[in-house]
């Protein structure tokens, strides 16, 4: 080895560098991960609860109670639907309550941004607990006000609250008895397609899946296809199959469903509904590529390009495709499809029921605050303003008028509803137990073409068994 | 080794004996009689002490209570939790959907690294010394733009890389199937290159190496152009040729800089999180493009266990450690110990 001088010192720093590296490079693997990672987990502090404001008197004018100088905070889940529809909401309260402060704000990952707050005890006021990041109601129902008393509630026009709204709109959030989860939207299961579109070729919507296969061949004469799905709402056509499967199989295919029952998958309306689904795949009569489709654009395909006849979707999706909607495309839904020509439910039956669950914390400052807006939002002013801005209708009956603001769609959705009648229903095993994610990749496969009928109905069983053994998971019991 | 070390230990006392003055202590034990001045004091509290104050606090809290968190049913929404102990651990190894992230990930520490390191220790090659073989040794024509060229992509943010890729991939829009039929590849239309087992895992490590190789082919240019150009030359003159002289001489002389990108390189696609996001959130046809960090985030957040997901994020933690442990092994058996510019 050299003895020159300066070469020593190169060589000393050359190991001393490598040393500091090596140091430095174990402690960034140290950190990178796990910064990463959990820099989303916050610490519990304690949570002493949030700071309670001194309550006003409870009088008919203020059925809740709520201070004159009150500061309410709600945080309103910008979807779909937007935030504003809250904020008019709330200034409509103001006009009520002309000291209080309402602050609406939106968030598109409610979950995320909440978290740390529930975990403090200060969380908002109001919450619209939806879209993709939205909070397992399995986690949080027990921390949640009780808002029976919103609907014993006048509303500003003076009529109880109650006497205003479509029947069963408590139950889809209701958890454990407790009513904790004021569903705003009345949405409508449906398949749809373009009025225009069927009328020039003399089609029909098919009312059995026979016909709907006819409906194929008749879609591949004019070179288009009879069905088209995205990557991330292959589970819509899961929906479809589940509502064609309770029609067709009544309450006791609903229940076992519901239940996680060990063969709710394999009851015989179920597996009618996937052989004809498999059969449409295999006849090739959906677009192809929709595992590798972001769902809007395969919407599109459907709503503008018009490359696919149906669509299966919640009344949400007139407003969703709003800007690529194809012109005089008249948008219009039909009740699901049935197994046979007599199923246990009549034809006309349809899934339906109330979403976008706005929720009130026990631990926030204000929750008179946050149910004062339930109140405005549950007034004729501000739910008509929600149905014409958003052409969705809400719980709140009689909003609607005959022409439905220029809708077709949203015409078409209280046409079901009201030829449904009685025969209205709705399920929530999926959501609940947050199966939705684990369904998608076995709906893709099943919508490709790389699984059969029991290839399907084995995952997507072994999907409710695992949750039904799953001992840390609360089950509700649905009868 | 020996030797280095001493002389290491040597020149790093030499400074700081001469910045003591001569004759004001005895020579047995100065150091710990100096007195502490204000000075020093002061360079200690905020070069030492600071940093390591936020380390503790910023760093190492918040792993010591991950870790604790990782043993309890913590469901992330109240202040409460029970302690039950190795029990989250004990779940994951019958976890089917996380022993296949596991296996995602494990598939992408091996593959982006490599891929991407190999490309751009090529392209680098070419804009440093792969030129024309008379006059000096330089890069090839237009050396300059290649490189700007190359780094074009490290200035987009992931989330937009994934976002514009998806696009790219769509199978009946995409730019990619329209490119494939328009040279008429016809069985190439609708092809769903994310939605497809086959393909979605190798398409989106091509989108992630596509995204890396700009930076590393900067790095290892800086590495390649202080290697001295005359052993390029030396090696030129004795008839070597430009591959010989890149896998001979330039991956030798930048092995360090090759392990340093190995590691962040493994670091960034164990946890690959932004574009498995942005390309395929549902985790990809049977999950074939799932990694732990999706996982992690959905047990987290749509599931509410953040105890049971804090537990794959120490897993996620300690499989990190364990790929860059496995690159200085490797590095170390292959002989890396050896200081080769020392010896040149």
Not at chain 1, 121 to 131: A, C, E, H, V
Request: aromatic share 10%; proline share 5%; with cysteine.
């Amino acid at each position: 080895m050299s003895t020159n001088k300066l070469t020593d010192g190169r060589l000393a720093q050359a190991a001393l560098d490598r040393r500091t590296f090596v140091r430095g490079a174990v402690a960034t693997a140290l950190l990178a991960p796990l910064g990463g990672a959990l820099a989303g987990c916050a610490v519990p502090s304690g949570g002493s609860g949030g700071e309670e404001t001194a309550g006003g008197e409870m009088t008919a004018d203020n059925p809740f109670g709520l201070a004159q100088d009150a500061d309410v905070e709600a945080v309103i889940f910008n979807g779909g639907y937007g935030f504003d529809y809250v904020q008019f909401a709330a200034d409509e309260a103001n006009k009520q309550f002309a000291d209080v402060t309402f602050e609406v704000s939106p968030s598109t990952q409610i979950a995320q941004e909440l978290q740390p707050r529930f975990v403090a005890g200060n969380p908002p006021d109001l919450i619209d607990n939806s879209g993709a990041g939205l909070i397992g109601f399995n986690t949080i129902s027990d921390q949640l006000e009780e808002l029976d008393d919103v609907f014993e509630a006048p509303n500003y026009e003076g009529t109880t609250i109650a006497d205003t709204l479509y029947p069963a709109v408590k139950a889809p959030g209701t958890y454990n008895g407790r009513f904790v989860a004021l569903n705003y939207v009345m949405t409508v299961y449906a398949v749809w397609y373009s009025a225009s579109l069927f009328e020039d070729n003399g089609w029909t919507a098919p009312a059995t899946w026979q016909e709907a296969i006819d409906l194929g061949a008749e879609a591949k004469k004019a070179d288009k296809k009879l069905f088209v799905w995205g990557k991330e709402a292959a589970t819509y056509y899961q929906t479809m199959a589940l509502n064609s499967a309770i029609k067709e199989g009544g309450d006791e295919v609903r229940l076992s469903l519901e239940n996680l029952e060990p063969n709710a998958w394999s009851l015989d309306a179920m597996q009618g509904v996937l052989e004809a689904l498999h059969e449409i795949v295999q006849k090739g009569y959906f677009v192809p590529g929709g595992a590798g489709t972001q769902f809007t654009a395969a919407q599109a395909r459907w709503s503008n390009d018009q490359d696919a006849l149906l669509y299966p979707s919640g009344g949400w999706i007139e407003n969703e495709m709003k800007d690529a909607t194809a012109d005089d495309f008249r948008m219009t839904g039909f009740p699901t499809p049935t197994v046979s020509d007599s199923p246990a439910m009549p034809y006309e039956a349809i899934r339906a029921g109330a979403g976008e669950p706005f929720i009130v914390p026990s631990q926030a400052a204000n929750p008179a605050g946050g149910k004062e807006i339930l109140r405005a939002m549950l007034s004729a002013e501000a739910a008509t303003n929600f149905s014409q801005s958003r052409l969705a209708p809400t719980i709140v009956k009689g909003i609607v008028p005959d022409d439905g603001f220029g809708s077709t769609a949203l015409v078409s959705q209280t046409g079901m509803l009201d030829a449904a009648g009685d025969n209205i229903f709705n399920y929530q095993f999926v959501d609940y137990y947050g199966l939705n994610a684990d369904q998608l990749v076995v709906w893709n496969a099943f919508l490709s073409g790389d699984l059969d009928v029991k290839g399907v109905t084995d995952k997507l069983q072994k999907i409710s068994d695992d949750v039904a053994a799953d001992d840390s998971v609360e089950k509700i019991e649905v009868s | 080794m020996s030797g280095t070390s001493h002389l290491a230990a040597h020149s790093d006392a030499t400074p700081s004996a001469t910045a003591v003055p001569p004759g004001n202590t005895p020579g047995q034990g100065r150091r710990r009689r100096r007195r502490i001045s204000f000075d020093k004091a002061s360079f200690f509290a905020v070069a030492l002490l600071l940093p390591l104050a936020v380390y503790v606090v910023f760093v190492i809290s918040p792993f010591v209570q991950a870790v604790y968190f990782s043993m309890t049913d913590w469901s992330g929404f109240t202040a409460d939790m029970a302690f039950v102990g190795l029990d989250n651990f004990a779940r994951l190894l019958g976890d089917e959907k996380f022993l296949r992230a596991m296996l995602n990930s494990a598939l992408l520490a091996v593959v982006v690294p490599t891929v991407t390191i190999a490309i751009a220790i090529a392209v680098a090659t070419m804009v440093t010394v792969g030129g024309s073989t008379t006059g000096g040794v330089r890069g090839v024509r237009g050396a300059g733009f290649y490189r700007v060229i190359s780094f074009f992509p490290y200035c987009v943010p992931a989330i937009v890389i994934g976002l514009v890729w998806a696009q790219v991939y769509d199978p009946s829009r995409g730019l990619l199937n329209g490119v494939l039929t328009g040279i008429g590849l016809d069985g190439m239309a609708d092809f769903p290159w994310l939605g497809d087992t086959r393909t979605a895992m190798a398409a989106s490590m091509f989108v992630i190496v596509w995204s890396f190789i700009g930076f590393y082919t900067v790095l290892f240019v800086a590495a390649i152009k202080g290697v001295p150009g005359e052993i390029y030359e030396a090696a030129r003159l004795d008839g070597a040729s430009r591959f010989r002289t890149a896998v001979s001489i330039t991956v030798p002389l930048i092995r360090d800089n090759v392990r340093t990108a190995w590691i962040y390189l493994g670091i960034a696609a164990i946890d690959s999180f932004v574009y498995m996001q942005a390309m395929n959130p549902g985790g990809g046809p049977g999950y074939s493009t799932f990694v732990i960090s999706q996982d992690l985030y959905q047990t987290a957040f749509s599931k509410g266990q953040f105890g049971y997901a804090t537990a794959m994020g120490v897993v996620l933690a300690l499989v990190t450690l364990l790929f860059a442990a496995v690159v200085f092994l490797v590095d170390r058996v292959t002989g890396g110990g050896d200081d080769v510019r020392g010896h040149a």
